[in-house]
């Protein structure tokens, strides 16, 4: 037998980087979650973060407030844009909060060389997206930067909005007893990106389900007002990392039925053979509720009148503990630990 040399010998488990910034940190997972709280929130001395949006005081009145960035490629995919991925993303922030969305702010990062006619496509999605939605573009800001320091375009829209009477959706306010809804299929929209990248040998007619909660959200709080607890869309890292950040938030458990989630045939079919989780690819228009048990059919019904929660069904109980843990059961009957993401799965997502 040959004597290992102690000098050469690695572990077989990934080093974690500690000194620099990875991919993995913008991934929505566990990089991510110990960015924020060990580097950005250390330094802010904010707990805001963990959540979509923050309600600020102004004076006699306050206001909910948004940014997001937006650095997706493709940044054309079937489904969208990234200009009306901007617009949705940041009116669904706003949304998770119970707020109506307002006015938005927005900025461009430009790389020298991008096509005229592409930024004026991007701008022109920008606009009809705002319209749709009911809100402004109202003031923002152009930057150009080197050709080969950015990849085209990234765009950052900072949203504010009114809160909705009776709405108090918090990432702190899950309950033990609480149902977990989820309004719609989930998946789409990081598979679209997928195999919009191309490279995997096969072609998939998925498309983004990108598009705006705020009329969703609406009917919920008109039907259930303080007892739609805690709202969150399942963005980068899934429903898997939007489930586990409400737990660990609210001090509390999740237990979801794996069969009860909806997933695509042919997002389940993709993740199947790309060895996929469905539970942490990204969405950007459905989200995840924790709603009061006896709210739970008045909820649903409220959310089932309204076309992007046409499909909304409960997946999952909360529970007293363990503090912070998601567990799924399996087709069959086992449990597991549904966690967040470790690393990156997929890049440049939004």
Avoid: W
Wanted: proline share 5%; glycine share 12%.
């Amino acid at each position: 037998m040959t004597a290992v040399d102690p000098v050469r010998a690695s572990c077989p488990m990934p080093r974690t980087e500690t000194e620099r910034v990875l991919l993995g940190h913008g991934s929505g997972g566990q990089l991510m979650a110990e960015l924020l709280d060990e580097v950005i929130v250390a330094e802010l001395g904010d707990g805001s973060a963990q959540q979509d949006a923050a309600i600020v005081e102004l004076g006699s009145t306050s206001a909910v407030f948004s940014t997001d960035s937006f650095v997706v490629t493709p940044r054309f995919f079937p489904g969208g844009d990234i200009g009306t991925l901007a617009v949705h993303g940041t009116v669904n922030d706003l949304a998770m909060r119970g707020a109506r969305p307002v006015a938005l702010a927005l900025a461009y990062v430009l790389e020298e060389g991008l096509p005229i006619a592409e930024l004026r496509a991007i701008t022109a999605s920008v606009a009809a997206a705002a319209a749709a939605c009911g809100v402004r573009v109202v003031t923002g800001d152009t930057k150009v930067v080197d050709r080969g320091a950015a990849d085209g375009i990234y765009l950052t829209t900072t949203g504010i909005g009114a809160q909705l009477a009776g709405a108090d959706p918090s990432a702190t306010r899950g309950a033990p007893g609480d149902v977990v809804i989820v309004s719609g299929p989930i998946g789409a929209h990081g598979i679209a990106i997928l195999c919009a990248r191309g490279g995997l040998g096969f072609e998939a007619d998925i498309r983004s389900d990108s598009r705006p909660l705020h009329e969703l959200v609406a009917a919920m709080i008109a039907a259930c007002g303080p007892d739609i607890h805690a709202l969150r869309d399942p963005t980068r890292g899934g429903v898997a990392s939007a489930l586990n950040e409400l737990a660990s938030a609210s001090a509390v458990g999740i237990d979801i039925v794996e069969a009860d989630v909806p997933v695509p045939s042919d997002v389940a079919a993709t993740c199947e053979l790309l060895g996929l989780d469905p539970l942490h690819v990204a969405n950007e228009g459905c989200l995840v509720a924790l709603v009061a048990a006896d709210a739970a059919d008045k909820a649903l019904a409220a959310m089932r009148s309204v076309p992007a929660g046409a499909q909304a069904r409960v997946i999952g109980r909360v529970t007293d503990g363990p503090v912070g843990r998601v567990t799924a059961r399996t087709l069959i009957g086992a449990g597991r630990i549904v966690d967040m993401l470790v690393g990156e799965q997929l890049p440049r997502i939004c």
